[in-house]
C-alpha cells in the first residue's frame, strides 16, 4: 500500500527566508504532483514531475524528485506573503487503465510572516 | 476551475438520508475522480471513472457508490449518510497522458451529516 508522508505539516516562517518542504512516500513511483491550496478554495496544480532527477521551478518555487530515495521537495526561496497556503504532493500509485489514482500526503500549512 | 462544476456547492442533511453530488465538465476529459478531503488525511480517492459507464473503486469507497452515463457528468451517491461522511468533496478530471498532464480540480462541495 502506498503511503505518502510530508513534512513538516505546519511551517511558520519570516519573509525572505528560504525552506524545503519534503514528500517521502514508500512504494516505488516516477510521477510526482504538486498543489496548492488557498483556505476555502479548490486544489491548483504546481509542478509535474516524472523522472528521477526531474526539476522545475516557477518564480520562487523549485521543486525536483528523487525516485531513488523516494522523496521530492519542494524549495521556497526568499519567501512572500503571497505563498502562504497548504501545500499537498501526491503520488500517482501506478497507471491503472489511465487514470491516475493519487494517494496524497496530509499537506502542509506554509504561513510567511512579514 | 478547468471547466468542472460542482453541485451542491454546500449542504447539510441528516444521518440516513441519501446523498447525491454531482460533477460536470466541459472539457469532454476522459477520466473523472471524487475525492474527499478531511483534516489531517489530505484529499483519498473514493471512486474515479474511465469512461462512461466504466467505474472503480478508490481507497476510501465504502459507504458511496458513483454513475457515469454521460462523458461530462460523474455522480457520487451516498445511499445512507452517515455522520462520519462529513466532508468536503472534490470532483477532478484528467486526460490520458501517461501521467504527464495533471488532474484539475473542480471547486468542492461541503457537506455536513447531522
Known amino acids: 500500500e502506498l503511503k505518502v508522508e510530508q513534512n513538516p505539516l505546519f511551517l511558520s516562517m519570516q519573509e525572505g527566508k528560504n525552506y524545503t518542504i519534503y514528500c517521502n512516500y514508500s512504494t516505488t513511483s516516477d510521477r510526482l504532483y504538486w498543489y496548492r491550496q488557498d483556505p476555502g478554495k479548490s486544489l491548483e496544480s504546481l509542478f509535474v514531475?516524472?523522472?528521477?532527477?526531474a526539476v522545475k521551478q516557477e518564480g520562487r518555487l523549485m521543486a525536483s524528485l528523487d525516485t531513488k530515495a523516494r522523496l521530492s521537495t519542494l524549495h521556497i526561496t526568499a519567501a512572500v506573503h503571497d505563498l502562504s497556503a497548504t501545500y499537498f504532493c501526491?503520488?500517482?500509485?501506478?497507471?491503472?487503465?489511465?487514470?491516475?489514482?493519487?494517494?496524497f500526503g496530509q499537506g502542509t500549512r506554509l504561513t510567511i510572516n512579514p | 476551475d478547468a471547466g468542472i462544476t460542482q453541485s451542491p456547492r454546500h449542504k447539510v442533511t441528516e444521518t440516513g438520508t441519501p446523498v447525491t453530488l454531482r460533477c460536470h465538465q466541459t472539457e469532454n476529459h476522459r477520466y473523472m475522480y471524487w475525492y474527499r478531503q478531511d483534516p489531517g488525511h489530505g484529499l483519498r480517492l473514493i471512486h474515479y471513472s474511465y469512461g462512461v459507464k466504466d467505474t472503480d473503486k478508490g481507497e476510501v469507497s465504502d459507504g458511496y457508490s458513483v454513475s457515469r452515463s454521460k462523458t461530462e457528468d460523474f455522480l457520487l451517491t451516498l445511499e445512507s449518510a452517515t455522520s462520519s461522511q462529513t466532508s468536503v468533496y472534490f470532483c477532478?478530471?484528467?486526460?490520458?497522458?501517461?501521467?504527464?498532464?495533471?488532474?484539475?480540480f473542480g471547486p468542492g462541495t461541503r457537506l455536513t451529516v447531522l
Open positions: 514531475l516524472l523522472s528521477n532527477g
Open positions: 477532478a478530471i484528467s486526460e490520458p497522458s501517461g501521467g504527464r498532464d495533471t488532474q484539475y
Open positions: 501526491a503520488v500517482d500509485d501506478g497507471p491503472n487503465l489511465g487514470a491516475q489514482k493519487l494517494v
